[in-house]
């Protein structure tokens, strides 16, 4: 670390310089403020001190002033090849009646949290309040790239804060060139200067606070150079929030859904979406200057945050060893981090469970006990990311160990896998709720007559030739002996309710329109007992082959989607498994409409189920 802070005592009057010179706490001073009448004040992290009982006068700043350089169209200015910052307050006639000197420092290694992030390549956007040491990690940043990874890197400097006041720029920067801006205003026209005549593969901005450098942003991502910049906000919120600078992560619009698509997000109709990309790839907030918040994917996290799900980025702190140590936030209130790796300057050091999942898909893997004799659960692949073995389950586990006990004994198929030949053949089978004698006595007995009203007409006619089931269906509703209907379809639709009244017809409703749901209201209606599991599905219907190992990565599959993806809108990350079942995993999220991907080596190679 470098502060020069001699230089900035040195333009203080001798009353200040003093204390200062002796104070212990000197190396970690962050600003001196003089106001005209007031008495000076030295501040330090998380404290202030007065220097003197004196109060300053106007000579004491024209003294200062007089030390420093010319102050630009912000009110800044600094002292010559030195990090140090001037800054001024004028009264309504001009005249300077307060200075605000605060201590600039060149601190080497405090990117060691985001290197691997920086030498990605990508666009990076950092984020954090006043005096966390966003300018120190830009002017880090810009030193790597020049100097380590030989990028050519140019820096836009509105300031001089980045690489000092003077033409010679500062020697933290490393071999980065410096533009300066003769006014702030002017900023955006730099910055597209920067690119059209100087060729950088990188470009470094502090401070992106209008529209027009928003835009002159974008503008440089578009042509492929790397931006690495700060902006004002403390979190990607407040950037959704602001209107000026909503562009830098896709910008946001209003958009009108479908009944259709809006019915399936269980959402208003009219919704907030991203508009583009994003300019910055990645985003980091600085919420303390050892503690840094990673979204790795601006994208994904805009559009969670815009269907009102919590993002689950990474925290990187800095151990007690030096390491830094990654976690993640869950998107539960109590905001608890759960470990998934652990990473020194020279490498990556894996510490966590090789069982757990980790990252976002930390809550699928958190404290899911084998309560069920089947499957992947009882086999012991899935334990809790931190060991709670003394500590009793929360009120939020016990609910998620009920539904995944309740999920096993009630499985579901859904709307398209049961089209498929694997639901037909599921259809083929005996019916266990119907033996010999209850197909004749129903085939023997009256006949019923069925309206449907929003329910799949093909669905219903699968179901009732495969089950052998005595129904008729009717499009009039005056000689129907009920109706089945869609129970969102029936809420939103009072005609219906109005004339099934009036024609004392009973309604009987279902979730969904998917055989599971229409084969169990059928037997409902014509009050067949279930004696047993009417919708149980036999995954190995599923399969190609025999093995439990099929049957497991299925139903791991299944439950991923329906406990977690489904409801939570969370990717979830499954166990390694082969390709030949890497693909029947696959071909089941189809059918959930969702997407999939395969990532990593083999023989580690494991699929990513992403939400819709």
């Known amino acids: 670390m470098t502060d020069d802070l001699t230089k900035l005592l040195h333009i203080l009057p001798t009353s200040i310089r003093r204390p200062l010179e002796q104070h212990p706490q000197r190396d970690s001073l962050v600003e001196v403020v003089m106001d005209l009448g007031r008495r000076p004040e030295a501040r330090f992290p998380g404290k202030a001190e ?80 006043p005096g966390v040491g966003k300018t120190t990690a830009l002017r880090e940043i ?9 990028k050519r890197v140019v820096i836009i400097d509105t300031s001089n804060e980045i690489a000092g006041d003077g033409d010679v720029p500062h020697p933290a920067i490393g071999r980065a060139r410096r533009m300066q801006v003769a006014r702030p205003e002017l900023q955006h026209q730099v910055m597209i200067e920067a690119v059209e005549n100087h060729m950088p593969e990188v470009i470094v901005i502090d401070e992106i606070g209008t529209e027009l450098e928003a835009l002159a942003a974008r503008t440089i991502a578009e042509r492929g150079v790397q931006l690495v910049g700060t902006a004002h906000g403390n979190r990607l919120e407040n950037l959704i929030k602001n209107p000026t600078l909503s562009d830098l992560i896709g ?14 997000r269980g959402s208003q109709k009219s919704v907030l979406e991203r508009k583009a990309p994003p300019t910055f790839d990645i985003a980091v907030e600085m919420l303390e200057r050892q503690r840094w918040v990673v979204h790795e994917h601006v994208a994904e996290t805009i559009d969670s945050m815009l269907r009102g799900r919590q993002p689950n980025p990474q925290v990187r702190t800095i151990g007690e060893t030096g390491k830094v140590i990654i976690t993640h936030e869950l998107s539960s209130s109590d905001s608890e981090l759960v470990p998934t790796r652990g990473r020194s300057s020279k490498g990556v050091t894996p510490i966590r469970d090789a069982t757990s999942f980790g990252g976002r898909d930390s809550q699928f893997g958190k404290n899911v006990g ?31 160990e009920q539904l995944l006990d309740e999920s096993l004994r009630n499985m579901a198929i859904d709307d398209d896998l049961v089209a498929s ?20 006595s129903l085939a023997g007995g009256d006949v019923l007559y069925i309206y449907p009203y929003g329910v799949s007409r093909h669905q219903l006619d699968q179901v009732i030739q495969t089950l052998k089931l005595p129904i008729i269906l009717t499009k009039d509703i005056d000689h129907a002996d009920a109706v089945l209907a869609l129970r969102s379809h029936v809420k939103n639709h009072t005609k219906l309710r109005h004339l099934a009244k009036a024609r004392q017809v009973p309604i009987h409703t279902i979730k969904a329109s998917g055989i599971p749901q229409i084969a169990r209201g059928l037997r409902r209606m014509l009050n067949i007992d279930e004696m047993g599991n009417p919708d149980g599905t036999d995954l190995e219907l599923l399969i190609r082959g025999d093995g439990d ?12 989607v329906e406990q977690i993806v489904i409801p939570k809108g969370q990717p979830v990350e499954l166990l390694p498994r082969s390709a030949s079942v890497r693909k029947m995993q696959h071909e089941l999220v189809e059918h959930y409409h969702l997407k999939s991907r395969s990532f990593g080596e083999e023989p580690n190679r494991r699929l990513r189920i992403y939400p819709a």
């Open 50 to 129: 007065y220097l003197s009982e004196e109060p300053i006068t106007l000579a004491d700043l024209n003294a200062c002033i007089a030390n420093v350089g010319d102050f630009g169209g912000d009110n800044r200015a600094g002292i010559e090849q030195t990090l140090h910052r001037i800054s001024a307050i004028r009264n309504r006639r001009g005249e300077i009646i307060g200075l605000t000197c605060r201590v600039g420092r060149a601190v080497f290694g405090t990117i060691g949290m985001i290197r691997d992030l920086v030498e990605s390549g990508r666009s990076i956007l950092m984020l954090g309040r």
């Open 142 to 150: 810009a030193r790597v790239l020049a100097d380590e990874l030989e």
């Open 251 to 264: 910008g946001i619009q209003s958009v009108t859904l479908g009944d259709d698509e809006a019915r399936r």
């Open 370 to 400: 084998a309560t069920s004799s089947r499957g992947w659960r009882s086999s012991g692949q899935m334990r809790p990311v931190s060991a709670r073995s003394n500590a009793l389950p929360t009120a939020e586990e016990q609910q998620f």
């Open 421 to 440: 030949p694997a639901a037909d053949a599921l259809l083929s089978l005996p019916n266990p709720m119907l033996d010999e004698s209850d197909h004749q």
């Open 549 to 560: 190992d099929e049957i497991e990565a299925l139903e791991e599959a299944r439950l991923a």
